[in-house]
């Protein structure tokens, strides 16, 4: 079964700063998408960014970029010039890439990022 | 476009009670999620159908959980009897049909707390 590993619980970052938020994942695939949702006090789950396994190259989006190295099935996100508006839960998820039919995501337990004035 | 909606928001029941929670999904969207996320927790899956159908209930506690989807469109989440662990919050989501639904979209949720 595939299993995903926040390790940090709570993160906090000065507005402007960059932080990093870490995540590990197990699986015996080799084909799966790897997101990072964010998830504001008002409950609603937003996508961040999602990374193909396939694909070497490390996604991005604007002030959200990564770091997957699949060999050590690690998946970091990295926030550029945080803003008070990124701070939320942060969850780190894996989807098979073709699971048949099932496409469940397993998610992580979440990191909650305070971005301080 | 609309997103994913979700009714009602928050719910107070006795345990033993019965609820019912609503969901419809992005339009077009064939394969509509139920994710149970209990505090200082991810999101787990409970059902996941693709139309109208079932894909994945494993994790549904089917001795008090009941979900359909009529029509492909709509769905419903039902808990009878409640229990006390069954407080948290209910999250529907959708996506295409297939390998193109790469990316699920999300609804604000139901908070339920079973007292």
């Known amino acids: 079964a595939q299993t995903v590993t926040q390790s940090q619980p709570e993160m906090s970052v000065q507005e402007a700063e960059t932080v990093t938020l870490s995540c590990t994942y197990d699986?015996?695939?080799?084909?799966?998408?790897l997101f990072w949702y964010k998830q504001p006090p008002s409950r609603q789950m937003i996508l961040v960014i999602r990374?193909?396994?396939?694909?070497?190259q490390n996604a991005t989006e604007n002030r959200f970029s990564v770091n997957f190295q699949k060999a050590a099935k690690s998946f970091s996100l990295k926030i550029s010039d945080s803003q008070l508006g990124d701070a939320a839960m942060y969850f780190c998820?894996?989807?098979?890439?073709?699971?048949?039919?099932?496409?469940?995501?397993?998610f992580g337990k979440g990191t909650l990022l305070t971005v301080n004035p | 476009e609309a997103g994913v909606a979700q009714s009602p928001r928050y719910k107070i029941i006795e345990k033993r009670q019965s609820v019912a929670f609503w969901c419809n999904p992005i339009?077009?969207?064939?394969?509509l999620y139920w994710y149970q996320q209990i505090l200082g927790q991810g999101p787990k899956l409970l059902i996941q159908?693709?139309?109208?159908?079932?894909?994945?209930d494993s994790q549904l506690p089917k001795d008090r959980f009941s979900a359909e989807r009529l029509k492909g469109v709509d769905s419903t989440l039902k808990i009878q009897p409640a229990k006390l662990e069954d407080s948290a919050v209910y999250l529907c989501?959708?996506?295409?049909?297939?390998?193109?639904?790469?990316?699920?979209?999300f609804g604000p949720g139901t908070r339920l707390l079973v007292l």
């Open positions: 989501a959708s996506s295409l049909g297939g390998d193109r639904g790469k990316t699920q979209y």
């Open positions: 699986t015996s695939e080799s084909d799966y998408y």
């Open positions: 990374q193909e396994a396939y694909k070497q």
């Open positions: 998820a894996y989807r098979l890439y073709s699971g048949g039919s099932n496409y469940k995501l397993t």
């Open positions: 339009s077009g969207h064939a394969t």
């Open positions: 159908f693709q139309n109208n159908g079932v894909v994945d």
